[in-house]
């Protein structure tokens, strides 16, 4: 019980955190049309992210596709997006955590 409650808070972070990373890039100049619709894709990822999707592995997996795509996107961009890239890496490493956690 306590597990699935710590699982919830961290998936509500990955939540807040894209919120951020989208509205960071929303605001950057420059951005290619693939990083915009990317930004999309990874914004409405905030709805989708769920434990009972994370627990179906194969949804969890197109997800961290989506993420690995964004990162490569934004990785060439200039000082303006390094903060998204952060929370992008945030994110990651925050749905690697949940991921491991319902493996158990």
Same mark, same amino acid.
């Given at each position: 019980?306590?597990?699935?409650? *710590?699982?919830?808070?961290?998936?509500?972070?990955?939540?807040?955190?894209?919120?951020?990373?989208?509205?960071?890039? $929303?605001?950057?100049?420059?951005?290619?049309?693939?990083? $915009?619709?990317?930004?999309?894709?990874?914004?409405?990822?905030?709805?989708?992210?769920?434990?009972?999707?994370?627990?179906?592995?194969?949804?969890?997996?197109?997800?961290?596709? *989506?993420?690995?795509?964004?990162?490569?996107?934004?990785?060439?961009?200039?000082?303006?997006?390094?903060?998204?890239?952060?929370? %992008?890496? %945030?994110?990651?490493?925050?749905?690697?955590?949940?991921?491991?956690?319902?493996?158990?």
């Amino acid at each position: 019980e306590g597990d699935t409650q *710590k699982t919830s808070v961290i998936v509500e972070k990955i939540r807040k955190h894209i919120m951020t990373f989208t509205q960071d890039l $929303a605001n950057a100049k420059n951005l290619g049309k693939e990083v $915009a619709s990317t930004i999309v894709v990874v914004y409405n990822l905030k709805d989708e992210i769920n434990l009972t999707k994370l627990r179906q592995s194969k949804a969890c997996n197109d997800d961290f596709k *989506k993420l690995k795509m964004v990162m490569e996107e934004i990785k060439n961009t200039n000082e303006r997006e390094s903060n998204a890239l952060y929370l %992008l890496e %945030l994110i990651n490493s925050e749905l690697t955590v949940v991921k491991e956690h319902l493996k158990k």
